[in-house]
């Protein structure tokens, strides 16, 4: 059973603080790595993807990558309110011509102003 | 770039009868959808992955005969739920994935009760 883990929350962090996000996967073949991000009563919407080993900044978005380790972190630096969401770690599955994910149960972040 | 929309974005139907829910990258074909669905505080459940002109393969559990997908062409994709039964009320998600693969974009839901 291929797994991908969170900590469901909910993490709570003051505005403007430095929000870590977290992921593990079981999978030592996926290859490609998602963040999404779910607000309350709507579908999930694209922050961010890597594929490789390090990190990878958006804005105040910054993804990293440790595949020996099983890792994919996501860091919101600045958080602010507007970020208040749950965000969904997904992995691709290499068996999968599909390319079907695998999400995790998603982390509930409150940024409290 | 990358849109994907769904229709109707909500609907309340009877128990027994059908409802259709459609699927459409608006900006791109999409070689491969995805359906979900998403009940309360849960996390995403895939219930079928659809390819363009060929049969959709469910995840187990998921009644291939209750839960009609058709891939007509590479921008729609659509999701019949028959005989709905108060316990399909949720909320479904399709996604869509570009021929150039990768990543998936989701379309805004569809939130469905069954009275």
């Known amino acids: 059973q291929k797994e991908v883990e969170q900590n469901s929350g909910p993490l709570s962090v003051p505005e403007g603080a430095i929000a870590s996000l977290n992921c593990t996967y079981s999978?030592?073949?996926?290859?490609?790595f998602f963040w999404y991000r779910q607000y309350s009563g709507k579908s999930p919407e694209l922050i961010m993807f890597?594929?490789?080993?390090g990190d990878k900044e958006d804005g105040r978005f910054t993804a990293q990558l440790n595949k020996a380790s099983q890792y994919v972190s996501l860091l919101i630096r600045d958080s602010q309110p507007s970020d208040s969401a749950t965000y969904l770690c997904?992995?691709?599955?290499?068996?999968?011509?599909?390319?079907?994910?695998?999400f995790g149960t998603g982390t509930s972040l409150t940024v409290i102003p | 770039g990358a849109v994907v929309s769904q229709h109707p974005s909500w609907v309340i139907c009877k128990s027994g009868t059908s409802v259709k829910i459609e699927c459409r990258s608006l900006?791109?074909?999409?070689?491969?959808m995805f359906w979900y669905r998403q009940f309360p505080k849960q996390s995403l459940m895939l219930m079928a992955t659809?390819?363009?002109?060929?049969?959709?393969?469910?995840e187990q559990g998921v009644e291939k005969d209750k839960f009609l997908i058709n891939h007509a062409s590479l921008t729609l994709s659509t999701l019949t739920v028959t005989s709905a039964h108060p316990e399909d009320s949720s909320f479904y998600i399709c996604?869509?994935?570009?021929?150039?693969?990768?990543?998936?974009?989701f379309g805004p839901g569809t939130r469905l009760t069954v009275t």
């Open positions: 996604s869509a994935r570009g021929l150039a693969g990768g990543t998936q974009y």
């Open positions: 999978d030592r073949g996926s290859q490609s």
């Open positions: 890597i594929y490789s080993n």
């Open positions: 997904a992995v691709n599955d290499p068996s999968n011509t599909g390319n079907q994910f695998y």
């Open positions: 900006d791109f074909q999409a070689t491969t």
């Open positions: 659809s390819n363009e002109g060929s049969k959709a393969t469910y």
